[in-house]
């Protein structure tokens, strides 16, 4: 089955203030953007609710984070349901800077993806190795081992609402990009993990995004990979050539 190319923008703590927010969301507003393109943009939880006031229609709003409670005494968190209440689609969950900076867990990104998923969100999923681990040959043991968590905890229905982010840490701003090959081989292995443990159905229409460096130069080689659905963008979704990649597959 065809499945839709899907471009996010991790926006991560940028930009500093609400003018360059402003400034932002006006250039992709005016952008003449693929329409068969899916685009999820995930400004800092400060900026979520006047950007999806100010953001064009067609664009998705993400949040970069959520917690597995309703409610509660949580200091610093948004709950699932305040997001789904506030009209915000997605969240991105498991992104290597939680899981290294933050120290959270495969367990705790499973446990946040069950509480999003229950609670009418749509959930970014990222996966991938550090440098170390993919010399030692462990690429698909580590992005098995982050999957298995949310497989234990989900139904095969639940994964209409997922959306998969390969991203190997070892090249998430620092220039240094996978090659086309080995993006496809990550994303293979992927969608082979999940036909054996969940449903060949679901491995085969699981959108499965590239994240690590990606920009206007290489996004276009890396689009024509069969099992490479999108990206999830960091430092490029704040720049213009933003555009260039969600138009990675426009003719």
């Not at 120290?103 to 996966?127: F, M, N, P, Q, Y």
Request: glycine share 6%; net charge neutral; hydrophobic share 45%.
């Amino acid at each position: 089955m065809a499945r839709q190319f899907f471009v996010g923008g991790n926006f991560k703590l940028n930009p500093a203030t609400l003018s360059a927010k402003d400034s932002l969301i006006d250039s992709l507003n005016k952008a003449d953007l693929d329409p068969s393109a899916e685009v999820v943009i995930a400004p800092p939880a400060l900026y979520l609710l006047p950007v999806l006031s100010s953001v064009r229609k067609d664009i998705k709003v993400a949040a970069q984070n959520c917690y597995f409670k309703e409610s509660g005494a949580f200091t610093g968190e948004i709950s699932p349901k305040q997001l789904v209440d506030a009209g915000i689609p997605y969240v991105i969950l498991g992104h290597s800077e939680r899981r290294t900076l933050f120290h959270e867990t495969s367990a705790l990104v499973a446990t946040k993806t069950r509480a999003a998923i229950d609670a009418g969100l749509k959930v970014i999923l990222c996966i991938g190795e550090t440098l170390e681990q993919r010399e030692a040959g462990k690429t698909a043991e580590v992005c098995e081992e982050q999957l298995k968590a949310v497989v234990d905890v989900t139904k095969d229905a639940d994964w209409s609402k997922i959306v998969i982010a390969y991203e190997p840490v070892w090249a998430i701003g620092t220039g240094k990009v996978a090659t086309s090959a080995q993006a496809q081989q990550a994303h293979a292995d992927v969608r082979a993990y999940l036909a054996k443990v969940v449903s060949p159905a679901v491995a085969n229409s699981v959108q499965i995004l590239y994240g690590g460096s990606v920009t206007a130069a290489n996004c276009k080689e890396l689009a024509t990979q069969q099992d490479v659905d999108g990206f999830l963008v960091g430092g490029a979704s704040l720049k213009p050539e933003f555009a260039d990649i969600i138009n990675a597959r426009k003719a």
